[in-house]
Nanobody, 122 residues
Framework: VQLQACGGGLVQTGDSLTLSCVAS????????MGWFRQAPGKGREFLAT????????DYADSVKGRFTISRDNAKNTVYLQINSLELEDTAVYYC????????????????WGQGTQVTVSS
C-alpha cells in the first residue's frame, strides 16, 4: 500500500488542524493505521493508532484529549485532528500502515507515507 499524507502547513498556537492520509490499493480496510511525528533532532514519536475497522484507538499520553484519529474506509483515508496547537507540535507528521494490529513503535508498521510538515508559530 502507498500512503500520501497532506494537510500540514503554517499555523498559529491555539489553532486546529486536520491531517489526512490517503492510501492506494483496495485493501485499506484490512490495515491498522498510525500517526507519528518527528521534530528536528528527535526520534519518531508515536501519536495515535486506529484498528482496521475503526473501533479501537490508542493515543500517546502526551496528546490524549487534544488529538483525534479517525478513518473513512470508503475513502481510503485516515485523519488526525489536532486541537489547541502548541509550538511543541512543530514536526513532520507521518502516517503508517500495518497489516496486523499496528502498535506504538515505528517498527510495528510496514508502510510509511512521505510526511507532511506542520509548523506552529506564536
Amino acid at each position: 500500500v502507498q500512503l500520501q499524507a497532506c494537510g500540514g502547513g503554517l499555523v498559529q498556537t491555539g489553532d486546529s488542524l486536520t491531517l489526512s492520509c490517503v492510501a492506494s490499493g483496495r485493501t485499506f480496510d484490512s490495515y491498522a493505521m498510525g500517526w507519528f511525528r518527528q521534530a528536528p533532532g528527535k526520534g519518531r514519536e508515536f501519536l495515535a493508532t486506529i484498528s482496521w475497522g475503526g473501533r479501537r484507538t490508542d493515543y500517546a499520553d502526551s496528546v490524549k484529549g487534544r488529538f483525534t484519529i479517525s478513518r473513512d474506509n470508503a475513502k481510503n483515508t485516515v485523519y488526525l485532528q489536532i486541537n489547541s496547537l502548541e509550538l511543541e507540535d512543530t514536526a513532520v507528521y507521518y502516517c503508517a500502515a500495518d497489516h496486523l494490529d499496528g502498535g506504538i513503535e515505528p517498527d510495528d508498521y510496514e508502510y510509511w507515507g512521505q510526511g507532511t510538515q506542520v509548523t506552529v508559530s506564536s
